[in-house]
Protein backbone atom coordinates (compact mmCIF):
# COMPACT_ATOMS: atom_id res chain seq x y z
CA UNK A 1 0.00 0.00 0.00
CA UNK A 2 2.85 1.90 1.16
CA UNK A 3 4.63 1.67 -2.30
CA UNK A 4 0.94 2.56 -4.26
CA UNK A 5 0.61 5.58 -2.25
CA UNK A 6 4.56 6.29 -3.31
CA UNK A 7 4.09 5.89 -7.04
CA UNK A 8 0.61 8.03 -6.93
CA UNK A 9 2.70 10.78 -5.38
CA UNK A 10 4.96 10.68 -7.84
CA UNK A 11 2.97 10.66 -10.52
CA UNK A 12 1.10 13.79 -9.16
CA UNK A 13 4.06 15.64 -8.63
CA UNK A 14 5.45 14.96 -12.33
CA UNK A 15 1.93 16.36 -13.72
CA UNK A 16 2.35 19.08 -11.30
CA UNK A 17 5.94 20.07 -11.40
CA UNK A 18 8.18 21.60 -8.73
CA UNK A 19 7.92 25.24 -8.22
CA UNK A 20 9.44 28.00 -6.95
CA UNK A 21 11.12 31.77 -7.12
CA UNK A 22 14.02 31.67 -9.75
CA UNK A 23 17.46 33.01 -8.17
CA UNK A 24 19.63 33.62 -11.34
CA UNK A 25 23.54 33.87 -10.82
CA UNK A 26 26.29 32.91 -12.88
CA UNK A 27 28.73 32.40 -10.55
CA UNK A 28 27.04 29.46 -7.95
CA UNK A 29 29.37 30.02 -5.06
CA UNK A 30 27.87 33.98 -4.78
CA UNK A 31 24.04 33.01 -5.92
CA UNK A 32 24.42 30.31 -2.55
CA UNK A 33 24.55 33.55 -0.57
CA UNK A 34 21.12 34.94 -1.06
CA UNK A 35 19.06 31.49 -1.75
CA UNK A 36 16.33 30.85 0.37
CA UNK A 37 14.73 27.46 0.76
CA UNK A 38 12.25 26.42 -2.05
CA UNK A 39 13.88 28.35 -4.64
CA UNK A 40 15.03 27.34 -7.47
CA UNK A 41 18.78 27.91 -8.52
CA UNK A 42 19.42 29.04 -12.24
CA UNK A 43 23.06 28.91 -12.68
CA UNK A 44 25.77 28.56 -15.28
CA UNK A 45 28.45 26.42 -14.09
CA UNK A 46 29.97 23.55 -16.22
CA UNK A 47 30.82 20.58 -14.65
CA UNK A 48 29.64 21.08 -10.78
CA UNK A 49 31.85 20.17 -8.11
CA UNK A 50 30.98 18.63 -4.74
CA UNK A 51 31.71 22.03 -2.78
CA UNK A 52 29.27 23.91 -5.09
CA UNK A 53 26.66 20.76 -4.46
CA UNK A 54 26.97 20.89 -1.30
CA UNK A 55 26.52 24.86 -0.93
CA UNK A 56 23.03 24.01 -3.01
CA UNK A 57 22.00 20.86 -0.98
CA UNK A 58 22.48 23.44 2.16
CA UNK A 59 20.25 25.88 0.86
CA UNK A 60 17.74 23.51 0.15
CA UNK A 61 16.36 24.63 -3.15
CA UNK A 62 13.71 23.32 -4.80
CA UNK A 63 15.12 22.58 -8.28
CA UNK A 64 18.90 23.62 -9.77
CA UNK A 65 18.74 24.50 -13.70
CA UNK A 66 22.07 24.13 -15.33
CA UNK A 67 22.39 26.43 -18.73
CA UNK A 68 25.50 23.89 -19.25
CA UNK A 69 26.64 20.83 -19.02
CA UNK A 70 26.67 19.51 -15.47
CA UNK A 71 28.94 16.63 -15.80
CA UNK A 72 30.51 17.04 -19.17
CA UNK A 73 32.77 13.66 -18.67
CA UNK A 74 35.65 15.07 -18.83
CA UNK A 75 36.49 13.68 -15.43
CA UNK A 76 34.83 12.27 -12.56
CA UNK A 77 33.17 15.58 -10.79
CA UNK A 78 30.86 14.77 -7.60
CA UNK A 79 28.48 17.19 -7.74
CA UNK A 80 25.77 16.30 -9.79
CA UNK A 81 25.37 13.02 -8.01
CA UNK A 82 24.67 14.46 -4.76
CA UNK A 83 22.48 17.36 -5.80
CA UNK A 84 20.32 14.69 -7.44
CA UNK A 85 20.92 11.92 -4.29
CA UNK A 86 19.94 14.58 -2.11
CA UNK A 87 16.34 14.48 -4.01
CA UNK A 88 16.36 17.80 -5.96
CA UNK A 89 15.65 17.70 -9.11
CA UNK A 90 18.67 18.79 -11.75
CA UNK A 91 17.67 19.82 -15.05
CA UNK A 92 20.70 19.66 -17.58
CA UNK A 93 22.10 21.67 -20.44
CA UNK A 94 18.85 24.07 -21.16
CA UNK A 95 21.22 26.74 -22.65
CA UNK A 96 22.79 29.85 -21.81
CA UNK A 97 20.01 32.01 -23.21
CA UNK A 98 17.81 30.88 -20.53
CA UNK A 99 19.80 33.58 -18.56
CA UNK A 100 18.03 35.99 -20.28
CA UNK A 101 14.79 34.37 -20.63
CA UNK A 102 14.33 33.89 -17.04
CA UNK A 103 14.68 37.04 -14.72
CA UNK A 104 15.20 37.49 -10.97
CA UNK A 105 12.39 36.64 -8.74
CA UNK A 106 10.19 35.10 -11.64
CA UNK A 107 7.95 32.12 -10.55
CA UNK A 108 8.85 28.87 -12.44
CA UNK A 109 7.09 25.58 -12.80
CA UNK A 110 9.38 22.65 -13.88
CA UNK A 111 7.73 19.13 -15.41
CA UNK A 112 9.99 16.93 -16.67
CA UNK A 113 12.73 18.88 -18.43
CA UNK A 114 10.27 21.89 -19.35
CA UNK A 115 10.78 25.03 -17.42
CA UNK A 116 7.33 27.66 -17.16
CA UNK A 117 6.78 31.00 -16.48
CA UNK A 118 2.84 30.79 -16.03
CA UNK A 119 2.09 29.37 -19.16
CA UNK A 120 5.20 30.19 -21.39
CA UNK A 121 7.77 27.74 -21.90
CA UNK A 122 10.64 29.46 -21.17
CA UNK A 123 13.83 26.85 -21.43
CA UNK A 124 13.78 23.41 -21.94
CA UNK A 125 16.67 20.92 -20.71
CA UNK A 126 17.37 17.17 -19.96
CA UNK A 127 16.79 16.44 -16.07
CA UNK A 128 19.56 14.21 -15.06
CA UNK A 129 18.67 10.69 -13.01
CA UNK A 130 21.76 9.34 -10.64
CA UNK A 131 21.81 5.69 -12.76
CA UNK A 132 22.42 8.53 -15.85
CA UNK A 133 25.26 10.47 -13.73
CA UNK A 134 26.82 7.01 -12.30
CA UNK A 135 27.07 5.88 -16.11
CA UNK A 136 28.97 9.12 -17.31
CA UNK A 137 31.37 9.53 -14.30
CA UNK A 138 32.04 5.44 -14.36
CA UNK A 139 33.05 6.35 -18.00
CA UNK A 140 35.31 9.85 -17.17
CA UNK A 141 36.76 7.63 -14.79
CA UNK A 142 38.07 4.73 -17.56
CA UNK A 143 39.38 8.06 -19.79
CA UNK A 144 41.14 9.62 -16.83
CA UNK A 145 44.72 8.87 -17.86
CA UNK A 146 44.50 11.55 -20.79
CA UNK A 147 43.27 14.36 -18.21
CA UNK A 148 46.17 12.97 -15.95
CA UNK A 149 48.83 13.49 -18.74
CA UNK A 150 47.68 16.79 -19.71
CA UNK A 151 47.06 17.92 -15.88
CA UNK A 152 50.53 17.06 -15.23
CA UNK A 153 52.07 18.63 -18.35
CA UNK A 154 50.67 21.70 -16.99
CA UNK A 155 52.02 21.65 -13.54
CA UNK A 156 55.81 20.82 -15.24
CA UNK A 157 55.17 23.91 -17.42
CA UNK A 158 54.65 25.94 -14.92
CA UNK A 159 56.87 24.79 -12.17
CA UNK A 160 59.72 25.47 -14.79
CA UNK A 161 58.76 29.02 -14.95
CA UNK A 162 57.46 29.52 -11.16
CA UNK A 163 60.30 27.82 -9.30
CA UNK A 164 62.78 30.53 -9.10
CA UNK A 165 59.78 33.30 -8.05
CA UNK A 166 58.45 30.53 -5.37
CA UNK A 167 62.06 30.51 -2.88
CA UNK A 168 62.38 34.20 -3.17
CA UNK A 169 61.93 36.55 -0.36
CA UNK A 170 58.64 37.61 -0.03
CA UNK A 171 57.64 41.19 1.94
CA UNK A 172 55.33 40.59 4.61
CA UNK A 173 52.43 42.74 6.28
CA UNK A 174 53.25 44.31 8.98
CA UNK A 175 50.12 42.23 10.86
CA UNK A 176 49.55 42.58 14.71
CA UNK A 177 48.39 39.54 15.05
CA UNK A 178 51.77 37.15 16.36
CA UNK A 179 52.72 34.05 14.93
CA UNK A 180 55.38 33.39 17.68
CA UNK A 181 55.77 29.80 19.90
CA UNK A 182 52.12 29.54 18.22
CA UNK A 183 50.44 27.23 15.06
CA UNK A 184 48.33 28.48 12.51
CA UNK A 185 45.07 27.06 11.41
CA UNK A 186 44.53 27.66 7.82
CA UNK A 187 40.82 27.32 6.65
CA UNK A 188 39.64 26.81 3.25
CA UNK A 189 35.54 26.00 2.44
CA UNK A 190 36.44 22.77 0.74
CA UNK A 191 36.25 19.24 0.99
CA UNK A 192 35.13 18.33 4.83
CA UNK A 193 35.68 21.35 6.13
CA UNK A 194 32.86 21.04 8.47
CA UNK A 195 33.91 17.37 9.95
CA UNK A 196 37.28 18.14 10.53
CA UNK A 197 36.77 21.86 12.24
CA UNK A 198 34.31 19.62 14.28
CA UNK A 199 37.04 16.91 15.34
CA UNK A 200 39.79 19.11 15.03
CA UNK A 201 37.86 21.23 18.32
CA UNK A 202 40.04 19.78 21.12
CA UNK A 203 43.15 20.69 19.17
CA UNK A 204 41.92 24.66 19.04
CA UNK A 205 41.14 25.06 22.85
CA UNK A 206 44.63 23.54 23.44
CA UNK A 207 46.86 25.26 21.45
CA UNK A 208 44.63 27.95 20.69
CA UNK A 209 46.36 28.72 16.51
CA UNK A 210 46.69 31.60 14.89
CA UNK A 211 42.97 31.00 13.24
CA UNK A 212 43.46 31.85 9.27
CA UNK A 213 40.24 31.63 6.92
CA UNK A 214 41.26 32.22 3.04
CA UNK A 215 37.88 33.76 1.75
CA UNK A 216 34.61 32.04 2.72
CA UNK A 217 37.17 29.84 5.01
CA UNK A 218 36.11 33.02 7.23
CA UNK A 219 32.79 32.20 7.21
CA UNK A 220 33.69 28.48 7.53
CA UNK A 221 35.34 29.46 10.44
CA UNK A 222 32.05 31.62 12.40
CA UNK A 223 30.13 28.26 11.49
CA UNK A 224 31.97 26.82 13.65
CA UNK A 225 31.62 29.33 16.47
CA UNK A 226 35.16 30.65 15.43
CA UNK A 227 36.32 33.96 15.17
CA UNK A 228 38.93 34.03 12.48
CA UNK A 229 41.82 36.66 13.76
CA UNK A 230 42.98 37.00 9.90
CA UNK A 231 41.25 36.91 6.57
CA UNK A 232 43.33 36.36 3.30
CA UNK A 233 42.34 35.89 -0.03
CA UNK A 234 40.83 37.47 -3.22
CA UNK A 235 37.60 38.47 -1.24
CA UNK A 236 35.36 37.38 -3.96
CA UNK A 237 33.25 34.70 -1.47
CA UNK A 238 33.55 35.97 1.91
CA UNK A 239 30.23 37.53 3.72
CA UNK A 240 30.45 41.05 4.94
CA UNK A 241 29.28 39.70 8.64
CA UNK A 242 32.88 37.88 8.70
CA UNK A 243 34.89 41.35 7.50
CA UNK A 244 33.08 43.12 10.15
CA UNK A 245 34.83 40.83 12.75
CA UNK A 246 38.01 42.48 13.19
CA UNK A 247 39.91 40.25 11.77
CA UNK A 248 43.12 41.57 10.09
CA UNK A 249 42.10 42.09 6.07
CA UNK A 250 44.86 40.87 4.11
CA UNK A 251 44.17 41.04 -0.11
CA UNK A 252 46.02 38.64 -2.28
CA UNK A 253 47.37 40.58 -5.07
CA UNK A 254 49.02 38.41 -7.62
CA UNK A 255 52.80 39.27 -9.09
CA UNK A 256 51.11 39.97 -12.72
CA UNK A 257 48.96 43.14 -10.59
CA UNK A 258 45.84 41.28 -10.50
CA UNK A 259 43.69 42.34 -7.09
CA UNK A 260 40.06 41.09 -8.01
CA UNK A 261 38.86 42.03 -4.19
CA UNK A 262 40.05 45.47 -4.33
CA UNK A 263 36.58 47.02 -5.31
CA UNK A 264 34.70 44.90 -2.30
CA UNK A 265 37.36 46.28 0.53
CA UNK A 266 37.10 49.40 -1.04
CA UNK A 267 33.52 49.19 -0.52
CA UNK A 268 33.59 47.90 2.80
CA UNK A 269 35.78 50.79 4.08
CA UNK A 270 37.54 48.29 5.96
CA UNK A 271 41.33 48.54 6.38
CA UNK A 272 43.63 45.89 4.88
CA UNK A 273 47.09 45.02 3.64
CA UNK A 274 48.40 43.60 0.52
CA UNK A 275 50.03 40.71 0.33
CA UNK A 276 52.11 40.14 -3.20
CA UNK A 277 52.78 36.74 -4.01
CA UNK A 278 52.00 33.77 -6.85
CA UNK A 279 49.87 30.97 -6.84
CA UNK A 280 46.33 30.16 -5.48
CA UNK A 281 45.04 31.98 -1.71
CA UNK A 282 45.07 28.94 0.02
CA UNK A 283 48.85 28.96 -0.92
CA UNK A 284 49.62 32.56 -0.01
CA UNK A 285 47.75 31.96 3.18
CA UNK A 286 50.05 29.30 4.49
CA UNK A 287 53.24 31.12 2.59
CA UNK A 288 52.18 33.71 4.81
CA UNK A 289 52.00 31.83 8.17
CA UNK A 290 55.39 29.90 7.34
CA UNK A 291 57.24 33.35 7.10
CA UNK A 292 55.85 35.02 10.19
CA UNK A 293 57.53 31.88 11.91
CA UNK A 294 54.50 29.92 12.86
CA UNK A 295 55.67 26.58 14.93
CA UNK A 296 53.13 24.25 12.80
CA UNK A 297 50.37 24.92 9.67
CA UNK A 298 47.53 22.82 10.04
CA UNK A 299 45.39 22.80 6.75
CA UNK A 300 41.70 22.32 6.92
CA UNK A 301 39.26 22.01 3.51
CA UNK A 302 42.86 23.00 1.12
CA UNK A 303 42.78 21.12 -2.20
CA UNK A 304 45.08 18.65 -2.74
CA UNK A 305 44.19 16.18 -5.65
CA UNK A 306 44.00 16.49 -9.27
CA UNK A 307 39.80 16.21 -9.18
CA UNK A 308 39.92 18.86 -6.86
CA UNK A 309 41.84 21.31 -8.61
CA UNK A 310 39.55 20.47 -11.84
CA UNK A 311 36.48 21.48 -9.51
CA UNK A 312 38.36 24.58 -9.11
CA UNK A 313 39.09 25.28 -12.74
CA UNK A 314 42.55 24.78 -12.56
CA UNK A 315 44.72 23.07 -15.16
CA UNK A 316 47.39 22.56 -12.70
CA UNK A 317 48.92 22.65 -9.73
CA UNK A 318 52.75 23.88 -9.49
CA UNK A 319 51.96 27.00 -7.43
CA UNK A 320 50.34 24.44 -4.50
CA UNK A 321 53.45 21.76 -5.15
CA UNK A 322 56.28 24.18 -4.68
CA UNK A 323 54.33 26.12 -1.88
CA UNK A 324 54.05 22.86 0.12
CA UNK A 325 58.07 21.77 -0.90
CA UNK A 326 59.07 25.16 0.52
CA UNK A 327 56.98 24.35 3.50
CA UNK A 328 58.00 20.55 3.95
CA UNK A 329 57.41 19.40 7.43
CA UNK A 330 55.74 22.63 9.22
CA UNK A 331 52.82 21.65 7.18
CA UNK A 332 50.16 18.99 7.98
CA UNK A 333 46.63 17.82 6.96
CA UNK A 334 43.95 18.35 9.47
CA UNK A 335 42.78 14.43 9.67
CA UNK A 336 46.25 13.50 10.38
CA UNK A 337 46.22 16.09 13.38
CA UNK A 338 43.30 14.40 14.56
CA UNK A 339 44.19 11.27 14.56
CA UNK A 340 47.08 12.40 16.10
CA UNK A 341 45.34 14.54 18.70
CA UNK A 342 42.66 12.35 19.50
CA UNK A 343 44.58 9.30 21.30
CA UNK A 344 46.89 11.40 23.26
CA UNK A 345 46.34 11.60 27.05
CA UNK A 346 48.23 14.10 28.99
CA UNK A 347 50.59 14.22 31.58
CA UNK A 348 48.40 17.32 33.03
CA UNK A 349 44.86 15.62 32.13
CA UNK A 350 46.03 12.60 34.45
CA UNK A 351 47.34 13.92 37.18
CA UNK A 352 44.25 16.44 37.42
CA UNK A 353 42.19 12.91 37.20
CA UNK A 354 44.00 11.42 39.80
CA UNK A 355 43.76 14.43 41.90
CA UNK A 356 39.91 14.65 41.35
CA UNK A 357 39.67 10.58 42.95
CA UNK A 358 41.66 11.21 45.90
CA UNK A 359 39.59 14.60 47.14
CA UNK A 360 36.55 12.18 46.36
CA UNK A 361 37.86 9.61 48.41
CA UNK A 362 39.63 12.10 51.08
CA UNK A 363 35.21 14.08 51.04
CA UNK A 364 33.66 10.79 51.47
CA UNK A 365 35.85 9.10 54.22
CA UNK A 366 35.47 11.92 56.07
CA UNK A 367 31.87 12.03 56.31
CA UNK A 368 31.58 8.14 56.68
CA UNK A 369 30.31 7.13 60.25
CA UNK A 370 33.52 4.21 61.01
CA UNK A 371 35.84 7.47 61.09
CA UNK A 372 34.18 8.76 63.48
CA UNK A 373 33.79 6.47 65.21
CA UNK A 374 37.88 5.46 64.95
CA UNK A 375 38.66 9.37 65.74
CA UNK A 376 36.40 8.82 69.02
CA UNK A 377 37.76 6.00 69.88
CA UNK A 378 41.86 6.88 69.30
CA UNK A 379 40.36 10.25 71.73
CA UNK A 380 38.96 8.02 74.18
CA UNK A 381 42.56 6.37 74.33
CA UNK A 382 44.60 9.09 74.25
CA UNK A 383 42.61 10.69 77.22
CA UNK A 384 43.09 7.58 79.48
CA UNK A 385 46.39 7.61 78.87
CA UNK A 386 46.73 11.39 79.67
CA UNK A 387 45.20 10.56 82.49
CA UNK A 388 47.15 7.68 83.71
CA UNK A 389 50.14 9.02 83.04
CA UNK A 390 48.87 12.72 85.64
CA UNK A 391 47.74 10.20 88.31
CA UNK A 392 50.92 8.61 88.45
CA UNK A 393 52.70 11.87 88.65
Known amino acids: MKGLLA ?80 GIPLIDRVGSDALDRVAEGDALRIVDGDVFRGDDLVAHGHPLTADEIEGVMAEARSAIGIELERFAVNTLE ?20 SFDDRHALVVVRGHDYRSDLAALRPYIREYRPVLIGVDGGADA ?18 SERAVATGAELVHHVHIDGRAPG ?90 LLVGAALLAMLAITIVAEPLHVFIDGLRLTLEDLWRSIRDRI
Not at 275 to 293: Q, R
Open 7 to 86: RRAARREAATGVTGTARVGRRTKDLVKRLEPGEIAVIDHRDIDRVAAESLIDAEVAAVINVDASISGRYPNGGPIRIVKA
Open 158 to 177: HIQREARLTFEPVKLPPLAT
Open 221 to 238: LLEMGLKPEIIIGDFDSV
Open 262 to 351: REALLAWGKPYFEFVADGTSEDVAMLLAYEAGAQLIVAVGTHATMVEFLDKGRQGMSSTFLTRLRLGPLLVDAKGVNRLYEGRIRRRDLL
